[in-house]
């Protein structure tokens, strides 16, 4: 088989492809982090996975070797016949079952299942959110292709964010390996990253201690440059919550760690 990075080109020249990059459309053509992407994912052959922004089928065909069931979710209603002509010349006996819809409109399996997918950047919080608090079941895990500045957010618990406290409720975060912009077609204009979270079988609190600590962090973060006490002490059981949670208030949200937020919502009224 051809080059991957020589085929693609050939492929997009061919068919006089325009990328919308409005649609995040930076497709992948380096073997080897198609192969990290692989490895970290850890695919069975009877795993379902579930892709995100499938675009011309390039990862999909990959997918495609080692599991018996993939569901490529692609936006792009014109890149559904370039991704069956695509994979019509790969070297898989099988096909994808292919949802041409918005990933985020589109519900999850209530059967287990993975996510492993080079997503579109700006839909990366979006799509944590409808993976986890949106559908009736989380995967088992997700491998994304990402933004390297907001894969490294995740894993940063020493400053915190808002992403890396959410992300923290229902998996484990690691970087699997960073990414330049030539491993892309067309070059994105930041460096990426592949993120692999391997989600807990239980969120680490219930639902209702969940949304107060959404409720907690959404108003903490908006000021993440002031203390506490100047934040979360505006609210009417502010100082009482962190007396009872053990918090100094003069300390900053970025600082907590998920333990103290669960803790913190717990002493809500």
């Not at 010349?89 to 918005?102: L, S, V």
């Not at 993975?114 to 950047?121: E, F, L, R, W």
């Amino acid at each position: 088989m051809a080059d991957l990075r020589a085929r693609v080109i050939s492929f997009c020249q061919k068919h006089r492809l325009r990328f919308d990059t409005d649609l995040g459309q930076h497709f992948l053509i380096e073997d080897l982090v198609l192969d990290a992407i692989l490895d970290a994912a850890q695919i069975q052959k009877n795993d379902h996975i579930v892709e995100i922004g499938a675009g011309l089928g390039i990862l999909t065909e990959k997918l495609l070797e080692r599991s018996m069931n993939v569901t490529a979710i692609e936006i792009d209603a014109r890149l559904i016949p370039l991704m069956n002509t695509y994979l019509g010349r790969g070297m898989a006996c099988h096909a994808p079952t292919i949802i041409q819809k918005n990933a985020l409109q589109v519900p999850f399996p209530n059967t287990p299942y993975k996510i492993v997918a080079n997503i579109p950047y700006h839909i990366t919080s979006p799509l944590l959110r409808h993976a986890f608090l949106e559908g009736t079941r989380a995967p088992t895990s997700m491998t994304l292709l990402i933004q390297r500045e907001v894969a490294e957010r995740i894993v940063d618990t020493e400053d915190a964010s808002l992403l890396t406290i959410v992300v923290a409720l229902f998996g484990t975060p690691r970087i699997v390996t960073h990414v330049p912009p030539e491993s892309f077609l067309p070059p994105p204009k930041v460096d990426s990253a592949v993120l692999h979270i391997d989600c807990f079988a239980e969120p680490r609190t219930n639902s209702a201690t969940m949304e107060k600590i959404f409720l907690l962090t959404k108003i903490a973060f908006a000021q993440k440059r002031k203390m506490l006490r100047n934040s979360l002490g505006a609210l009417p059981y502010g100082e009482a919550i962190m007396k009872a949670a053990s918090v100094d208030p003069t300390r900053r949200p970025q600082t907590l760690t998920l333990d103290e937020w669960i803790t913190l919502a717990r002493s809500m009224p």
